[in-house]
């Protein structure tokens, strides 16, 4: 069986990531017994076919170095892979274990694990024909005698005969180069060896291109050949013409802000400022010396206001917009040019998707595969795409939920394809509202969409149905198992009344134990101790386009590609006494296994509830990164829209002003924060590498190649990036893994801008990406479960400094912030259709810990060593100001408190924060309440975000301020200074209405994150009630102090409505828990404040007035 440790010899990697080992590696290939053992037997061992069982169906497979023909056994292999489980971890080995089905339905896409061909021609064999991409049955003899994959490895080893035709199999070498396949001359004008060949048959660029000597991914002359060795200017080789012939045309642009906007945008902002200064310099210097403590408090408060403020606006001077030119990048990586582009194929980065989950019960497998269906319908180069989705429970719901997602792909995914749907997730699909045949120009167009719309609801019911299923189906064999053992023991004799101990296991569909987490825990099947899993549901695609067939009773594909994109299931390995590191450390499982398996240069993460909704938007993104200059573009943020918002957005869920304002701000600085979701990553910039410097390294290589062009510039090592990284020290930093080390500078080099102009001077030659990806092999999936074990991070810098950043609660923020603190900027695309879509909590409990877990993440930011304030001198000051903020913001809801109290507390003693309500004083709270209105009324312009938006978005920052800010700061205070963990609960209630998609916005969840807001709404209200009466009944009564306490007051309460509007449920019945908490405490404080000053009321004596009393 493949080992599970790390390869310790060098392995050579190909230019789509993955790696096959150059040893003659032997991997074992075991079926899982109805006992639970794993059976390794030769066929050579079993003498009759009558003693074959289904425990000895398989055997082991030797892998020799070189296989005689390679399309058949490359191919054989591959299927092979993709039908196995890999499994494995710490101090065990890694067994593949084949698989007869995936899931209980048939499996028709020939891409997907479970797809069988034809029988196997030879005597007492029940093995199953390779097919090829289409399905069909791959011959490896003219004669057309079926063998399948074993048997023809045994005849080649044996006598090179074919055992139909007793004639010797031909190779490659014998064969002429087919038709289909593109035939290019080598460096030496010859014909090409074998070795430098893919499995099409065809010349592969990214060997002749490695430097094997060096170990280093180099360029080659296969696009850029010499003068005289073929190829020249338009000569057959492939050449292109003289790159400074042609004008550069940028795929990108920066659309500065309207000069009407933005101009008195910043004049406003230095005004108030200005103002602000001479109001607050008026407060210290004019002091309340009838109400000391109330002045001390309010001026407290103000000033850390002014400073919150800025820390918030000056970030905000320099916003901008951005746009991309999709024809562009067609044009310039998928030119239709056969002389550019002979094979037609796409020059585009490969781009690898990563989709995470956990738990089945908390995220629904149907949400989960609706997510896949759209990543896999995405417009971009289908051979380019791998995604892979980290299930961190290891559920064999969320496997099977998979596996049928794969299925319904084969009908789906080309349909999106024919018809041009928008959005490709099909349960938003077809939930639109409005006429389906808009824009639709095929006349098949509605016979198609009504058969897939009842595939798509079959599909739905064996989604839901699969807990049920996986459970009987368990029960059943479960049963079975302990009918043997009681038959074994009534045949051995031993007591039948003693208890008999038989694991409750939970089984796959074919009929043997599932690896990961069972539904009756036990030892190495649990949540967190259970191996690690990779299969890889859907192997890499042909790299040229597959067309369908139009049979008779099914949709018309023969005019649409219909290949997948690769699709792999992990579940990193969890072992009891790991710290696992939550979403952070299977983040970072999903890099290295990817790495491995694909390696593509850029990496997409998205939520198991974020689906693409604007399938071009990969193609924006990509468009930043391949422009001149994207070399140190770490990440491409987009915007987070979501879906199943109530319309008036009461808890402002859509966050407008946050991603359409702060964010599109900062796009002008250094780049937006990392938010979580929906961001591109280059691989390379997660590896913890600093951004690369062209003028520097072309001075490098300039002694190295004099002759050599900016365009041709080669990739370069680790070291090149980081002079301190030494080879040696390459295991400390990304652990043993040989095959991740080398897929490290390939990484950068694919990813880099295209050089097809001298003007970009840091790139890579065009056309060194049109190659196919070498196919999968055993060892590599091996590696890919060694380097997702839990003791691989041992003694390395993952989460440190390699990807994820561990320590913190908001992973996204911290990693974002060591990209940036390394010089590396970011990119805020905000595509005119949205480009992701997604769910988010409506109840206003729900809400209320989603930012709790938000603010206890920065107030973690803020006593760690990712304080901005200790940043280095690469972040930019607006953006180190913006970092700053991060850390800092949740502190404010300490002041804000207090400030909130302050109405209240000068009703109550009938003293204000001025001693004399004077013009000076109005004139200052006039100017700045004027310069607010215009910042508000010129940001709303220049972010179009709507009024109501930026209303929501004021209220929703006092009720989070007063609530799971100032929770979250206590929760980190009492962490950082006591080592003391405090988790706010909650107590959920039935929901009242399941019909209504809005029924959870009314459900009231009592948490005690709600005792602020109640508290300081119903000591507001009392406090202006007291006042009322007393102003009534005084002789002379003082409005003024009244009016300004009671305009405070209802300021507060304004914030405040949406608040108590959720506490009202739908039937605006308040809950009687709030009425005796709020009255409780509000009483408890009015008679405090009496028994400590019980004469601060004016009297008859002192004012002239009466003394108030209750009635």
Not at 890 to 906: K, M, R
Not at 1034 to 1049: C, D, L, N, R
Not at 1054 to 1066: E, I, T
Request: include cysteine; glycine fraction near 8%; aromatic fraction near 10%.
């Amino acid at each position: 069986m493949a080992s599970s440790q790390p390869s310790k010899k060098p392995s050579k990697t190909t230019a789509g990531g993955g790696g096959t080992s150059s040893s003659g590696q032997s991997v074992k290939f075991a079926r899982r017994t109805s006992s639970g053992r794993y059976v390794n037997l030769s066929k050579y061992d079993v003498d009759t076919p009558g003693d074959s069982s289904g425990d000895y169906m398989n055997y082991t497979v030797h892998i020799p170095n070189e296989l005689p023909e390679a399309s058949v056994a490359t191919k054989a292999e591959e299927q092979y892979v993709s039908h196995s489980l890999f499994s494995g971890g710490f101090n065990s080995v890694t067994r593949a274990h084949l698989m007869d089905k995936v899931i209980d339905s048939k499996v028709t896409h020939p891409q997907m694990a479970g797809s069988k061909g034809s029988s196997c021609a030879m005597p007492a064999c029940d093995g199953k024909v390779v097919k090829d991409e289409r399905g069909a049955d791959i011959i490896p003899c003219e004669c057309r005698f079926k063998i399948c994959r074993d048997c023809f490895l045994d005849a080649q080893k044996d006598t090179g005969l074919c055992p139909g035709c007793k004639e010797p199999y031909k190779t490659d070498a014998d064969d002429d180069v087919p038709s289909a396949a593109l035939s290019l001359p080598g460096p030496d004008g010859k014909r090409t060896s074998l070795v430098k060949r893919n499995q099409n048959g065809e010349l592969d660029h990214n060997k002749s291109l490695f430097n094997d000597s060096s170990g280093t991914y180099g360029v080659g002359n296969a696009y850029w050949p010499s003068d005289g060795s073929g190829g020249g200017k338009g000569g057959g080789g492939g050449g292109f013409e003289d790159p400074a012939d042609k004008p550069w045309r940028p795929l990108t642009r920066r659309l500065p802000m309207p000069a009407g906007i933005i101009n008195p945008y910043r004049l406003l902002i230095v005004v108030r400022l200005i103002v602000l200064c001479f109001f607050l310099t008026w407060r210290v210097t004019h002091p309340n010396d009838d109400a000391m403590w109330l002045w001390f408090m309010s001026i407290i408060c103000e000033i850390w206001f002014a400073f919150s403020w800025i820390l918030d606006q000056i970030p905000k001077l320099c916003p901008v917009n951005r746009s991309t030119n999709l024809q562009l990048l067609r044009d310039k990586f998928e030119t239709s040019d056969k002389k550019i582009n002979p094979s037609g194929r796409s020059d585009l980065p490969g781009v690898d998707f990563f989709v995470s989950t956990a738990d089945p019960e908390k995220e629904p497998p149907l949400v989960t595969a609706n997510t896949i269906l759209s990543i896999l319908a995405v417009e971009y180069p289908v051979e380019k795409l791998a995604c892979y989705i980290s299930d961190d429970g290891g559920a064999l719901l969320n496997f099977e939920a998979l596996a049928e997602a794969c299925s319904f792909a084969n009908l789906w995914v080309p349909f999106c394809r024919k018809h041009d749907i928008e959005p490709r997730n099909p349960d938003s699909y077809f939930s639109l509202k409005g006429d389906p045949t808009k824009n639709k120009k095929r006349a098949d167009f509605i016979k198609d969409r009504r058969r897939m719309k009842r595939e798509y609801d079959e599909f739905k019911v064996k989604i839901n149905n699969l807990p049920d299923s996986i459970r009987r189906r368990s029960d059943a064999f479960n049963a079975r198992e302990e009918i043997k053992t009681l038959k074994t023991i009534r045949e051995r004799g031993i007591d039948p009344t003693e208890p008999i101990k038989i694991k409750r296991a939970t089984w796959m569909a074919d009929e043997t134990h599932w690896p990961g987490t069972w539904a009756n825990p036990s030892r190495d099947h649990a949540k967190g101790d259970h191996a690690g899993i990779v299969q890889v549901m859907l192997k890499p695609p042909s790299p040229d386009p597959l067309y369908g067939s139009g049979e008779e009773g099914l949709i018309d594909y023969s005019d649409v590609d219909i290949r997948l994109p690769m699709l792999v299931y992990m579940s990193r390995e969890k072992r009891s006494g790991y710290d696992h590191n939550k979403k952070a450390g299977a983040m970072n499982a999903l890099v290295r296994s990817s790495a491995v398996l694909s390696n593509g240069p850029f990496i997409l993460n998205l939520d198991c509830d974020h689906y693409i909704y604007n399938c071009m938007a990969v193609r924006e993104g990509i468009s930043f990164m391949m422009d001149r200059g994207g070399e140190d573009i770490c990440y491409i943020q987009f915007p987070q829209r979501f879906e199943g918002i109530d319309p008036s957005d009461r808890y402002a869920n859509h966050n407008t002003v946050f991603f359409d304002g702060n964010m599109r701000a900062l796009d002008g600085v250094q780049g937006p924060f990392y938010v979580g979701t929906g961001c591109m990553f280059r691989r390379f910039a997660l590896y913890g590498f600093d951004p690369p410097k062209p003028d520097l390294l072309t001075s490098k290589k300039k002694d190295d190649d004099a002759a050599r062009s900016p365009a041709e510039t080669q990739a370069l090592k680790a070291t090149d990036f980081d002079p301190e990284l030494d080879v040696n020290e390459l295991p400390r930093r990304f652990g043993n893994s040989i095959l991740l080390s080398n897929s490290i500078p390939i990484a950068e080099f694919q990813g880099r801008p295209i050089a097809d102009h001298p003007a970009v001077k840091y790139g890579r030659p065009p056309g060194v990406l049109r190659n196919a990806r070498e196919p999968l092999d055993a060892t590599t999936v091996a590696e890919a479960v060694s380097v997702i074990s839990c003791w691989y991070e041992d003694k390395t810098e993952w989460g440190d400094r390699v990807g994820w950043i561990y320590g913190s609660v908001t992973e996204d923020v911290v990693t974002g912030y060591r990209m940036h603190n390394r010089g590396w900027r970011s990119i805020y695309c905000l595509t005119k259709r949205d480009a992701f879509r997604g769910s988010a909590p409506i109840n206003l409990t729900d809400r209320l810990h989603q930012v709790l877990r938000w603010a206890t993440g920065s107030v973690e930011i803020f006593f760690s060593r990712n304080n901005a304030f200790l940043a280095s001198k690469r972040l930019k000051w607006l953006q180190r100001l913006a970092y700053i903020n991060v850390g800092v913001y949740p502190f404010t809801s300490l002041f804000l408190i207090v400030y909130c109290f302050l109405p209240a507390l000068s009703l109550l003693s009938g003293h204000f924060i001025v001693k004399n309500v004077n013009a000076t004083f109005l004139i200052y709270l006039l100017l700045m309440t004027l310069c607010l209105i215009g910042l508000a009324v010129l940001e709303i312009r220049w972010s179009e975000v709507s009024l109501e938006d930026w209303w929501r978005n004021e209220q929703f920052w006092l009720i989070s301020g007063t609530s799971a800010h100032f929770a979250a700061v206590i929760q980190g205070l009492l962490k950082v200074l006591a080592g003391i963990e405090i988790s706010f609960t909650l107590t959920a209630k039935a929901v009242e209405d399941s019909d209504d998609i809005y029924a959870e916005l009314y459900l009231v969840k009592w948490t005690s994150l709600m005792i602020p807001p109640i508290v300081i709404a119903m000591i507001n209200v009392l406090a202006m009630v007291v006042a009322f009466s007393r102003t009534i009944y005084s002789i002379t009564p003082q409005w003024g102090k009244f009016v300004g306490g009671a305009f405070f007051s209802f300021w507060v309460l304004a914030h405040l409505y949406p608040f108590f509007k959720g506490l009202m449920g739908r039937k605006k019945k308040t809950p009687t828990i709030v009425f005796v908490w709020s009255g409780l405490i509000a009483i408890t404080l009015s008679l405090l404040w009496v028994a400590i000053n019980p004469n601060s009321g004016p009297t008859d004596a002192n004012t002239g007035g009466s003394s108030f009393k209750f009635p």
